[in-house]
C-alpha cells in the first residue's frame, strides 16, 4: 500500500511542472501586463518601463520559469506583485476557506448523491425513482451561479434565516456557528450540480451490480433485503463510484469561482480570477499548483479508499 | 444463467420482432418522450426564428425599458435597454444552442481521436497521451477556459473554442478505455492477421464499435457544454453586445434581480428547459444504445419472483412425506411480446435424504426450475405462472415474503454454478459464511466465526483458519465452490438446491466435490436437488434422475433404471451423446435439429422434430407423463420400455 | 421509503426549521455603533503613497491626514496638519505652519520630518525607502524642488515652477502624511500595518473579507462618534444590495442604478447623491481612421442621445456632459457651453460631408472599472445609436486591467473608439494628461486618442503655472470652447456618485472628492 502511495505521489510531479509551464505561456500571451494592472489607470508607458525593470519582469520567460522554480525548491512562492505580501501567505489563506466549503459541499454531494442514487435504483420505476430522477435532472440543468442568487434573495433577504455573503460576521464573528451558518448557502449552491451527477452514477452503478450473482447468492442465502441493498450491493456499487467522486472533486473546486463571487466568499478560485486579470503571475503560479496538487490529491484519496475496499486492486 | 436464448432460425415474415424497436423504446421511456417533445419544440422554434415576426433583438428604446411581460407589442417584456425579451430569447437560443452543439462536436471529435490513437496503440504513445490528458484535467477547468479566453480574446467563438479544448479530456478518457477494451479483443487480432494497416483497423473495425459510446458520452455532455458556456457569457467573457446568448442575459439580468427579476428568470428557464430537455433525450438515447435493455434484461431484479398464478393445483390431502414437493410448476418470461415458456408444468417430488438429478440440455428449463423454487428467479422479466412448491405442509409460493426469506439459506439451501460470481468480491470468505449463520440464528459474529473454521474443515479445506481470512478471488475453483457448499450447509438445511455446481470445475476437481457434496449429505441427511447437463455426473451420486426437455419432465426413474434402460426417445439420445472411455468405436451421434422455442412450442410433443420414431399422433394433443410401473414415469406414446404396470 | 432516508429527511428539516428559528431575530441587526461599509473591491494596499484607486482612499482618508484637507462639501483646501501656510509671491515656495502635540497611532510624534520623510520616499530615487513603491502617482508633485524641515513644526516646499493645483494635490491621498517609524520597521509591508494620524487606526486587515479600524481617542480633531468601522470588500453588486436589504450593511456606495428606486422607496434606508468632477467619454482615434476628420468626431457627438442614455440606461444617476471639464469644478466650469444635442440628421449630414457614411468601427469596452458606471449597457445603447445614423460599431469587451493595457497605451492600429472616465480633484489635472499634444502615450501620457491642437496646449501650460484662480478659470474656459468644438471625445455624462445608509445612520454625507468621510458619522 505505502510503495502504490508512493508511486502515484512520484507520478504526480510531472504532471505539476508540465502545469507550471502551461501557466506561465498562458500568462505571457495575455495581452496587457502586470505593470498596467499594479499601476492602474495613471500607467504611463514609461512608468509601466520601470516597474518591469524593478520586478524583473523584462527578463526572458525560461529565466523567469527557472527563478521561480529554484524558490519554490526552497520553500518561497515569491511575493505577489498585485498584493504586496508573500504568495504562500495569501495562497495558503485563501486556499483554507476554499477547503472547508469545497469540503462541505463534497460531503454534501457525495452523502445525498449517494443516498439518491440508492433509493432510486432500488425503487426503479416507482415513484421515489422518479421524483429523484427529476430533483437530479434539475440539479444538473441548473446554472449554479443563478440558483445562488435565488437562494439569496429568499433565504437572506425575504426570509432573512441566513447571511447573505461572507464566511464570518464581520465584528465579533467567527466560531463554529457562525461559520456553519455563512456555510449554508453556498456549500449547498456548490454541491446541487455534483450531487446529481453522483446520484445518476450511483444509480448506475447499484443497477449493476443489483443484477450480479452475488446479490442472488445474498438472498439465496435468506439475508434481509435491507442488508443485500446496503452491505453487498451498496459497498459494490460504492468501489465503482469512488474514484468517479474523486473526478468531482475538479468540478466542484472550478465551480467554487461562481459561488465564491456571488456569496463573497474569500476563497482561491476568487483569488486566481483576479490574479489572472492582474497578470501576477506568481499568484496564479502559486495558487493553480495548490489546486492542482490537492485535486491530484483528492484523487489519490479516492483511489486508496477504492484499494481498501476491493481487495482485489490490490494484486 | 441466461433466461432468454439467442434465436438461431431466421423469423417467419410476417411476424413481428420480439424485440422492442428502438424508437418505441425511446417513446416507452416516458420521462425521455417528454424531454424530446419540449427539445422538438424549442428546436423548431428556433429553427423557423427568421421567419417568425419579431422584432429586431437589438434596437434599443431606452425609453421603454423593464416592461413587464404582458404588456402590450412585448409579450415577455422588455430588457434593460428596450429591446423586447421574446426575440431576445428566441435568437438567443439558437445562439446557446448552436454553441452547444459545436462545442460538443470538436470536444468529441478532437477527444475521442486522442482516445482511440492511445487506446489502440498503447504503450508509449498512451502513457504520453494519458499524460497530457492527465495535465490537463489537473488544472481546475474554470482557470483553463478564462486562461484561454484571457489569451484569445473575448468573444463567443472563443468561448467555444476554450469550452470544447477544457472538455477533450472527458471524452479522451471515455473512449480510450472502451478502446483499450476492444483492441484486445480477438476481431481486432483477425484483421491484423489478415493484413489490414493500423489506421484502416482502427476505423473500419474499432471505430464502429465506439461509436455508440462516443454518441452516448455527447448526449451527456452536450448540456453541460451549453451551460458552461452560459457561464463564460455570464461572467462577460462570451458574447459580445449586441449578440446575446441565454449566459449573457442571465448576466446582464442579474442586476435586475430584485427590481426586476423578468430579466433573468426568463432566460433562466429557457436555459433550464433547454439542458434538461436534452439530458432527458441522452438518458434516453443512452437506454437505447445499451443492448441490454433491448433484451429486457437491464430492470434490477427484485427480491423474490412475481407470483400470477393462473392454474392451481389443489393442495394435497395428506403429507407427502417427501421434502420438497413440487406440483404443476410453470414459470414464463415476458420479453417484448414474446411469452418464454421455461417452464412448462414440471413436477417433481424429492424423498428425504435423497439425491435427486435433474438433466437436460442449455434451454431446457432446468435451471429455472431450481430458481423458481426459492423464487430467486429475476422479475422482471421471469413470473411464476402456475403450479405449487409444497414444503412441510405449506405451498411456498403462497408465503410472505419475510417467511420465504427465513426459508432461504436455513431450510432450503442453494449452490450455485460459478463461485467466482457468486461469492462476493469484497468480504472474505469467513465473513461471508458468518454471515449466512448469523442470517438466521442469533449468534454473536466471533461464534459464528468460529462454526465457519469448522464449516470449512468440514468441506476439507486446508488451513481452514486461515483461509477463513482469504477472499474468493485468492483461491481456486474448487476450493471456491466447497466454501460455497459449506456456506449452503450452515444451517444443516434439509433440502440442498445444486445448480450444475461442478460445470465450472475442471474434471480431476468435479470428482472431489462430488464425493464432498455426497459424503456431506448423507452425513447431514439432507435431500438434494442436482441439476445437471452431465450423465456421468449423474451416474455417480444421484438416486433418482429426471429429464428435461423444453420445458417439461419427459422422463423419471431411478438412476440405474433410466441410464440402462431409457424409455424416452431422448434420453436414449442423450445417453448415445457421451463418449465412454475405452470405447472408441461407439458411435457418438448428436441429435439432428434443435431444441424448440419455447415461446413458440408446437403442439404435441415437443421433441417430435427430432425424433427418430415420431408418428402422426405424436403431434398432436398434450402428451401425459404415464407411470410405466416401479417409479418410472415418461412423457411418450410409444416409450422405448415396456414396463409391467 | 428506506428507513434511512425518512430519517435523513426529517433530521434535514427539523435542522432547517432549528437554524431558522434561532437565527431569525439575531441576524436583522450590525453590531452597535460599528459601522460596517459595504466595498466594491479589495483594498490593494494601505500606504497611500502607493495607491490609485478611489476605492482604496475611502479607507485611506480615515486612517491618515494631510497637510490640507477638503472643506466639507467643496473641494477647496483647508487647514489639516498644517495650521496655515505661507506662499512666496512667486509662487515657488510654500511655507508650512504645522500642527502640534499630534501623534502617529504608532506613538511617534508628527513633525516636520515626517513630512519631508513621505515626500522624499517618493520623489527621491536615492531614498533609501524609494523602493518601498512603486508610487504611480508621485507625478502629482512632480513639480516640487525639494523639501526642509526647518523646525519640528515648519516645513518648506520649493516648487521647480509655479503650480496652481498644488495645494489641492496635498489634499489628495497621495499627499497624506505617513509614519516613518512604521515604514522604517515594515518596509515594503507597510501596505499591510499601516499607521498615520487620522480619526481612525488600524485593526485589522482580513484578506478578501473585512478590514477592521478603530477610534483613535487621541484624534487632533476630537474623537469620531463610532466605535470601529469595518469596510467589507463586496465585489459583486447584487450581493452587496442583498446585503444591504438583509440588513448585514449599514453603508454601500456606487449602487447600481435600477436599485437606487427601491433604496428611494423604503423608510429604512437614507439615500445620498452628490455630484462630483467625473467624467464618462469615448477616446476617438483622431490619428487615424474615420475619427481623424473633425467632422466624425462631431457627428458621433450628434448621433449619440445622451439624455436617453442618462436618464433610462443611468437611471438619472448622471447628467449630460457638455465638454471636457464637470461642472462640480464650478469656478473653471464654462456655463455657457451646452452639450452636443441629439441630431441624427445633422449626425447623418456630416459624414456625409467627410465621406464617413458606412463606416465600420471598432469600439473598445470594458466590462466594470472604477467610475465606468454601466459600461456594457452604455456601449450597447451607443452601438444602437450609431448604428441608426448608417455607422457599423463592433464591439470588442474587456476585464478592466486587460482594458487599461489596450487603451492606455493608444488605440493606433487598434480600435477607432474607446470608453474612459476620469475621477479628479483639480481641472488641470484631466486635460493636462490626456489633451496635450505632449500627453502622447510614447511621452507617459493618457492622450491615448492623439489628439493635438497648440492653441489647447498653450492655454494649459499658462493656466498650470497662473496662481490667480480667476485667470485660470479664464484659461480654463476657452480651453473647453475648443475642445468642445474639436470633438476628440464624444462627451457623454457627469457622475451623481451616491451611497446608501440605513437608516440609523447619521451625519453622513457625500463628498464632491468622491472621498469617504467618515470622522462625523454616528450610528443610533
Known amino acids: 500500500m505505502l510503495a502504490y502511495i508512493l508511486k502515484r505521489l512520484a507520478a504526480l510531479v510531472p504532471i505539476l511542472i508540465g502545469l507550471t509551464i502551461i501557466v506561465f505561456l498562458m500568462l505571457a500571451l495575455i495581452p496587457g501586463g502586470t505593470a498596467v494592472a499594479i499601476l492602474g489607470p495613471l500607467a504611463s508607458p514609461e512608468n509601466i518601463a520601470k516597474v518591469n525593470k524593478e520586478l524583473g519582469l523584462d527578463q526572458p520567460l525560461i529565466d523567469q520559469y527557472l527563478t521561480w522554480m529554484g524558490n519554490l525548491l526552497h520553500g518561497d512562492m515569491g511575493r505577489s506583485y498585485s498584493l504586496k505580501r508573500p504568495v504562500i501567505d495569501e495562497v495558503f489563506e485563501r486556499f483554507s476557506a476554499t477547503l472547508i466549503l469545497a469540503g462541505t459541499s463534497l460531503v454534501l454531494c457525495s452523502f445525498f448523491g449517494l443516498l439518491a442514487g440508492i433509493v432510486s435504483a432500488v425503487r426503479q420505476f416507482g415513484w421515489t425513482d422518479r421524483i429523484v430522477t427529476f430533483f437530479v435532472l434539475i440539479g444538473i440543468s441548473t446554472p449554479s451561479f443563478w440558483l445562488g442568487l435565488l437562494l439569496i434573495m429568499l433565504f437572506a433577504v425575504d426570509l432573512r434565516w441566513l447571511p447573505a455573503s461572507g464566511m464570518y460576521e464581520v465584528y465579533g464573528g467567527g466560531g463554529l456557528g457562525d461559520l456553519l ?7 449547498i449552491t456548490l454541491a446541487v450540480v455534483a450531487t446529481g451527477v453522483i446520484a445518476r452514477l450511483t444509480r448506475a452503478a447499484m443497477l449493476e451490480v443489483l443484477r450480479q450473482d452475488y446479490i442472488r447468492t445474498a438472498r439465496a442465502k435468506g439475508l434481509t433485503e435491507r442488508r443485500v441493498i446496503y452491505r453487498h450491493a451498496f459497498k459494490a456499487a460504492l468501489v465503482t463510484v469512488i474514484p468517479l467522486i474523486g473526478v468531482q472533486t475538479g468540478l466542484v473546486l472550478g465551480g467554487a469561482v461562481y459561488i465564491e463571487t456571488v456569496f463573497q466568499w474569500p476563497g482561491i478560485g476568487r483569488m486566481l480570477v483576479d490574479a489572472i486579470s492582474t497578470r501576477d503571475i506568481l499568484l496564479v503560479q502559486g495558487g493553480v499548483l495548490v489546486l492542482a496538487v490537492s485535486y491530484v490529491l483528492f484523487n489519490l484519496l479516492a483511489d486508496i479508499i477504492q484499494t481498501v475496499l476491493d481487495p482485489r486492486l490490490k494484486s | 444463467m441466461t433466461a432468454v436464448s439467442q434465436p438461431a432460425a431466421p423469423q417467419a415474415p410476417g411476424t413481428r420482432s420480439a424485440r422492442p424497436g428502438s424508437f418505441r423504446l425511446l417513446v416507452n421511456n416516458r420521462l425521455a418522450a417528454l424531454g424530446l417533445v419540449v427539445l422538438g419544440l424549442i428546436v423548431v422554434v428556433v429553427l423557423i426564428t427568421p421567419l417568425l415576426p419579431l422584432q429586431n433583438p437589438d434596437v434599443t428604446e431606452t425609453a421603454n425599458r423593464l416592461l413587464r411581460p404582458g404588456t402590450p407589442g412585448h409579450i415577455l417584456g422588455t430588457d434593460h435597454l428596450g429591446r423586447d425579451l421574446l426575440s431576445r430569447l428566441l435568437w438567443g437560443t439558437r445562439v446557446s444552442i448552436a454553441v452547444g452543439l459545436s462545442a460538443t462536436a470538436i470536444a468529441a471529435f478532437f477527444g475521442s481521436l486522442i482516445g482511440l490513437v492511445a487506446g489502440y496503440f498503447g504503450g508509449r504513445a498512451d502513457a504520453i497521451l494519458m499524460r497530457s490528458i492527465d495535465m490537463l484535467m489537473a488544472f481546475p477547468y474554470i482557470l483553463l477556459a478564462l486562461g484561454i479566453v484571457a489569451v484569445l480574446g473575448p468573444g463567443l467563438l472563443n468561448a467555444l473554442y476554450a469550452i470544447a479544448i477544457v472538455n477533450i479530456p472527458f471524452f479522451a478518457r471515455n473512449i480510450r478505455g472502451v478502446t483499450r477494451g476492444l483492441s484486445r479483443r480477438e476481431f481486432v487480432d483477425a484483421a491484423r492477421l489478415s493484413g489490414k494497416g493500423h489506421a484502416g483497423i482502427l476505423f473500419t473495425e474499432v471505430l464502429p464499435n465506439v461509436l455508440p459510446v462516443i454518441v452516448i458520452t455527447m448526449s451527456s455532455t452536450v448540456g453541460w457544454m ?93 403429507a407427502s412425506g417427501s421434502a420438497l414437493d413440487v406440483v404443476a410448476l410453470e414459470t414464463e418470461f415476458q420479453v417484448g411480446d414474446a411469452v418464454h415458456r421455461a417452464v412448462g408444468g414440471v413436477s417433481l417430488d424429492l424423498g428425504d435424504e435423497e439425491c435427486l438429478g435433474l438433466v437436460g440440455e442449455s434451454g431446457s428449463g432446468k435451471s429455472v426450475t431450481a430458481m423458481s423454487i426459492l423464487g430467486l428467479v429475476a422479475t422482471p422479466p421471469g413470473t411464476i405462472v402456475g403450479g ?258 | 421509503m428506506s428507513p434511512l432516508f425518512r430519517n435523513t429527511l426529517a433530521g434535514m428539516a427539523f435542522a432547517a426549521l432549528a437554524t431558522g428559528a434561532v437565527s431569525a431575530p439575531a441576524l436583522a441587526q450590525t453590531p452597535p455603533n460599528v459601522l460596517i461599509v459595504g466595498q466594491i473591491a479589495e483594498p490593494k494596499s494601505l500606504d497611500p503613497s502607493v495607491d490609485t484607486a478611489v476605492n482604496d482612499f475611502r479607507i485611506l482618508m480615515n486612517m491618515y491626514d494631510g497637510l490640507v484637507r477638503y472643506k466639507d462639501g467643496t473641494l477647496e483646501p483647508e487647514p489639516a496638519l498644517a495650521k496655515s501656510w505661507d506662499i512666496s509671491d512667486d509662487g515657488l515656495t510654500y511655507t508650512f505652519h504645522l500642527r502640534d502635540g499630534v501623534k502617529f497611532h504608532d506613538g511617534t510624534p508628527f513633525n516636520a520630518d515626517a513630512v519631508k520623510f513621505t515626500f522624499d520616499r517618493m520623489l527621491d530615487k536615492d531614498n533609501p525607502y524609494y523602493d518601498t513603491g512603486p508610487f504611480p502617482l508621485a507625478f502629482f508633485f512632480s513639480a516640487i524642488d525639494s523639501v526642509t524641515a526647518v523646525d519640528d513644526s515648519t516645513v518648506t516646499f520649493k516648487l521647480k515652477e509655479p503650480y496652481a493645483p498644488f495645494l489641492s494635490n496635498l489634499a489628495y491621498p497621495t499627499g497624506l502624511i505617513v509614519s516613518p517609524a512604521a515604514v522604517k520597521q515594515y518596509g515594503k509591508d507597510f501596505g499591510r500595518h499601516p499607521s498615520g494620524t487620522g480619526p481612525f487606526k488600524f485593526e485589522e486587515w482580513d484578506s478578501n473579507t473585512k478590514v477592521v479600524v478603530s477610534r483613535n481617542d487621541d484624534y487632533w480633531d476630537g474623537a469620531p462618534p463610532l466605535d470601529a468601522v469595518v469596510f467589507r470588500p463586496i465585489t459583486d453588486a447584487n450581493t452587496r444590495v442583498a446585503e444591504m436589504l438583509s440588513g448585514g450593511i449599514d453603508l454601500m456606495v456606487e449602487v447600481p442604478p435600477d436599485n437606487l428606486k427601491q433604496f428611494q422607496d423604503d423608510p429604512n434606508f437614507k439615500v445620498y447623491e452628490q455630484a462630483g468632477p467625473h467624467v464618462w467619454f469615448l477616446i476617438l482615434n483622431a490619428k487615424e481612421g474615420p475619427f481623424a476628420d473633425k467632422r466624425v468626431r462631431q457627428a458621433v457627438n450628434y448621433a449619440i442621445d445622451k439624455k436617453s442614455l442618462v436618464d433610462n440606461v443611468l437611471q438619472g444617476t448622471a447628467e449630460v456632459a457638455a465638454g471636457p471639464t464637470p461642472p462640480a469644478f464650478a469656478w473653471a466650469y464654462d456655463n455657457k457651453l451646452q452639450p452636443y444635442p441629439y441630431d441624427p440628421e445633422k449626425a447623418r449630414q456630416l459624414l456625409k460631408e467627410a465621406g464617413a457614411e458606412g463606416a465600420e468601427l471598432t469600439f473598445y469596452v470594458t466590462e466594470g472599472g472604477s467610475g465606468m458606471l454601466d459600461p456594457v449597457a452604455m456601449a450597447t445603447a451607443i452601438q444602437a445609436d450609431l448604428a441608426k445614423v448608417g455607422l457599423k460599431v463592433n464591439i470588442k469587451t474587456f476585464e478592466w486591467n486587460t482594458f487599461l493595457g489596450e487603451v492606455n497605451p493608444g488605440l493606433a492600429g487598434k480600435a477607432d473608439m474607446a470608453e474612459m472616465a476620469w475621477m479628479t480633484n483639480d481641472p488641470d489635472t484631466l486635460p493636462y494628461l490626456a489633451l496635450r499634444t505632449g500627453a502622447f502615450p510614447d511621452k507617459g501620457g493618457f492622450n491615448s486618442g492623439y489628439y493635438s491642437n497648440p492653441k489647447v496646449d498653450a492655454l494649459l501650460e499658462k493656466a498650470r503655472t497662473s496662481t490667480d484662480q480667476a485667470e485660470r478659470a479664464k484659461l480654463y474656459k476657452q480651453m473647453q470652447e475648443i475642445v468642445h468644438d474639436d470633438a476628440p471625445w464624444a462627451f457623454i455624462a457627469n457622475w451623481k456618485q451616491n451611497a446608501v445608509s440605513t437608516a440609523a445612520v447619521k451625519d453622513f454625507s457625500l463628498q464632491p472628492s468622491f472621498f469617504l468621510i467618515l470622522r462625523d458619522v454616528s450610528k443610533g
Request: aromatic share 4%.
Open chain 1, 181 to 187: 451558518r455563512h456555510l449554508i448557502l453556498p456549500s
Open chain 2, 388 to 645: 405449487r412448491v409444497i414444503f412441510g405442509s405449506e405451498d411456498i409460493l403462497e408465503v410472505s415474503n419475510e417467511t420465504l426469506r427465513r426459508l432461504r439459506g436455513d431450510r432450503i439451501s442453494m449452490i450455485f454454478q460459478d463461485p467466482l460470481s457468486t461469492l462476493h468480491p469484497l468480504f472474505t470468505v469467513g465473513d461471508q459464511i458468518a454471515e449466512a449463520i448469523r442470517a438466521h440464528r442469533p449468534v454473536s459474529f466471533a461464534e459464528a466465526w468460529k462454526q465457519a473454521v469448522q464449516l470449512l474443515e468440514l468441506v476439507r479445506i486446508p488451513g481452514p483458519k486461515e483461509r477463513a481470512n482469504s477472499y474468493p478471488h485468492e483461491l481456486s475453483g474448487g476450493m471456491r465452490q466447497r466454501i460455497c457448499i459449506a456456506m449452503a450447509l450452515a444451517n444443516d438445511s434439509s433440502v440442498l438446491i445444486a445448480d450444475e455446481p461442478t460445470t465450472a470445475l475442471d474434471v480431476t476437481v468435479q470428482a472431489q466435490v462430488l464425493r464432498l457434496l455426497d459424503d456431506l449429505r448423507r452425513d447431514k441427511g439432507a435431500a438434494v436437488l442436482f441439476i445437471t447437463h452431465d450423465f456421468g455426473v449423474v451416474s455417480e451420486i444421484c438416486d433418482r434422475v429426471a429429464v428435461m426437455y423444453a420445458g417439461r419432465i419427459v422422463e423419471l426413474g431411478t438412476t440405474e433404471d433410466v441410464l440402462s434402460r431409457p424409455a424416452h426417445p431422448y434420453t436414449r439420445k442423450l445417453i448415445d451423446c457421451v463418449p465412454i472411455l475405452g470405447e472408441p468405436e461407439r458411435r457418438l451421434d448428436a441429435i439432428e435439429g434443435l431444441p424448440p422455442k419455447v415461446d413458440r412450442l408446437p403442439p404435441g410433443c415437443a421433441f417430435a422434430d427430432r425424433c427418430p420414431q415420431v408418428r402422426t399422433n405424436c403431434r398432436t394433443g398434450d402428451i401425459p407423463f404415464d407411470d410405466l410401473g416401479g417409479g418410472r414415469k415418461a412423457r411418450c406414446l410409444y416409450p422405448l420400455v415396456e414396463v409391467a404396470a
Open chain 2, 226 to 318: 451549453i451551460l458552461e458556456t452560459a457561464g463564460l457569457s455570464f461572467l462577460g467573457l462570451g458574447a459580445q453586445p449586441p449578440l446575446a446568448d441565454l449566459g449573457s442575459m442571465l448576466g446582464e439580468g442579474r442586476k435586475l434581480l430584485f427590481t426586476a427579476p423578468h430579466v433573468s428568470v426568463i432566460p433562466g428557464v429557457m436555459i433550464f428547459a433547454l439542458v434538461m430537455s436534452i439530458n432527458l433525450v441522452g438518458d434516453g438515447i443512452r437506454d437505447v444504445l445499451d443492448p441490454r435493455l433491448r433484451s429486457g434484461a437491464l430492470a434490477r431484479p427484485s427480491a423474490r419472483t412475481r407470483i400470477d398464478r393462473r392454474r392451481v393445483p389443489p393442495m394435497p390431502a395428506r
